[in-house]
């Protein structure tokens, strides 16, 4: 947990996102609504007992009072998909449209790909890369119990993804996921500034891959479960900065109604940088009381 | 029914549509028109189906949904297809109350009067499907994969 301290400086009321760490997440859910309709399925829980909560902020987010919500027969029949309540914004940042041709470079287990799939209402097509041979089963497996049929999976390393012209792309990275210490305590045992520098050199392959898929116009999306800003703010400064200053690339606000987010931070050991990195959000878990997230909204020129 | 060549180079393979129409025509009297939104492709002993668009040039582990496998005979419907395009049927479907569709959802068999033909058919439970199941001899034999089976509570009959 010391570990943490490293954020005293850049984390708002840092007392309050000490404590709120020992407080496990509840559980959460989203709607897909590529199997029933969002009020059917609202009834179906009223009538089992089951006790939740729509999200303030999505209206097919849900905070479930279940122990198991996995077993439940909504998800069994992929009604429902659960879900962490932050990993649904992406998705929202990145607004994909019906018809579009859109990647997800980092995408098992898919709850992201299946949202997309749904925001697309199951028209255009999602490419859901995910190179590791194990992790495309549950992938693979989400997608079809969603009842998902604009995803074709690819197995490359997002750093080597041959070629596209993506009109989208989420770049969900791999990371040292302190913001899922809610979830899994000891998480942030495992951290420390020499992995997140590790990761970070993936990261800023990875984001500079997907920015040569997008076409002219196109929307890339980088988020992260995490807190460190070598894996965050640093990473979307490299993969920008090289040709950012012939302005191939902007950053927009990302912002979520309902959600309180904390820009990017501007500055970090001493270190000045892009006063843009501002647009891009930290959703923190005493903000909300959710896990922790980092989300940017590139767009290439 | 397909290109023998699919199933030894195991690639994917595009696939007629009205071939695989013709399939579920035959079994659950769904009309073409179900389908006409989508494309299909056989990969060693599966179909796929995958909305209606170009897919760029590639190497892809899946393509859309597995939608039939052909390992065996007759052809075997997946539960995830069936719950997409199940609801077009006009025959060989099957509606369960509710404790036989616990039963169904663990996984178990037991025997259900039908009029449907002997084979797979199409399980229904107060409007939604649940899935695949095996119609033989009067039994109904639940085809759920194990991910996707409930927890046992009843005995089987
Ligand atoms: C944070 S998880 C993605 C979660 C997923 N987007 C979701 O919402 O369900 C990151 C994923 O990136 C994958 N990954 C690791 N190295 C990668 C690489 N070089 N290229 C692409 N993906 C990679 C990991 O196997 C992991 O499944």
Redesign the interface.
Known sequence: MDHLDRYREIVPDYAAFRAVQCIPLYNSARINTL?IEPEKLLERLREEGVLFQSFEWYHLGLKLDAESPG?L?EN????IHIQEELSMVPPLVLDPQPGE?VLDMCASPGSKTTQIAQMMQ????V?ANEPSLAR?APL??N???L??????????DGRNF???SFDRVLVDAPCSSEGRERRGPGVLARCSRERSLDLKALQVSLLKNALRLTRAGGVVVYSTCTYAPEENELVVQEAIGESGDSGAFRLEKVRIPGLKECPGITEWNGERLKDELSATARYYPHVNDTGGFYVAKIIKN | MSPRSSRIRNVFEPLDRSIVAKLWQERFGISEQAFSSCRFFRKANSIWAIGDVDLPALSYEAIGMRIISCKDRPWKPTTSALQVFGRYATKNAMNLNKQEAMIFLEGGSQVIESGCDAGYVVVFYRGDILGCGLYSHGKLISQLPKERRIEKHYQEQ
């Open positions: 199997k077993k027969l069994l029949l992929g009604q041709c199951n028209k255009g097509l490419i495309v693979r497996s997608c079809e119990r009842g998902v049929l604009n995803v074709a999976v690819t197995r490359y041959p070629r596209g």
